[in-house]
């Protein structure tokens, strides 16, 4: 019988925890250079997401820079530079999220992303559409240092990259 009690327990635990990565979701950005619109996609990813109302609400993640694309041969070579995602030193960003509040049919998160050794707060409401969780949210590359060096004015790169993210719910 106790037995029988903990295996419900751990699958109610388990099933409160969503597992999402590019296989389930995708995480793309968008910008301008020098007036057109770019679009990329990060091919590699993982989420942990455990929603309100459960009591340890967290939304953990974490993404390999490198896997940034965009269909661009020249972006697709410049981002893994020192100037942009200095993948060699920084080949991995994440989120971790500090408070995840229910919110009609979505959820206010709020939490620290850290991107090239920089952390910035950052929020965002997570839509609750259904079968699929879907957020976007502005990141400023300056406040990271991407691209600084080349185009610190944001002349030619906009500084205010959107974020958008899609998850298919199990």
């Not at 707060?121 to 590359?141: P, S, T, W, Y």
Request: glycine letters at 6%; aromatic letters at 10%; hydrophobic letters at 40%.
């Amino acid at each position: 019988m106790l037995l029988c009690l903990l295996c419900l327990i751990q699958n109610v635990v388990i099933a409160s925890e969503i597992q999402a990565n590019n296989n389930n979701g995708k995480l793309q950005f968008s910008g301008e250079h020098a007036g057109m619109v770019f679009t990329g996609e990060f091919l590699e990813w993982h989420a942990s997401i455990i929603l309100p109302p459960e009591k340890h609400a967290l939304i953990t993640a974490s993404f390999n820079v490198a896997s940034a694309k965009t269909g661009d041969a020249t972006y697709d070579e410049t981002l893994p530079e020192e100037d942009w995602f200095y993948v060699e030193k920084y080949p991995k960003s994440t989120f971790v999220s500090d408070t995840i509040v229910q919110n009609g049919a979505g959820y206010q998160v709020r939490g620290t992303l850290e991107l090239r050794g920089k952390r910035q707060k950052i929020a965002f409401v997570l839509e609750d559409k259904g079968d699929v969780l879907e957020a976007n949210f502005i990141v400023d590359r300056l406040a990271f240092d991407i691209g600084r060096e080349s185009d610190v004015s944001a002349e030619w790169v906009s500084k205010d990259i959107k974020m958008s993210l899609l998850i298919d719910k199990p």
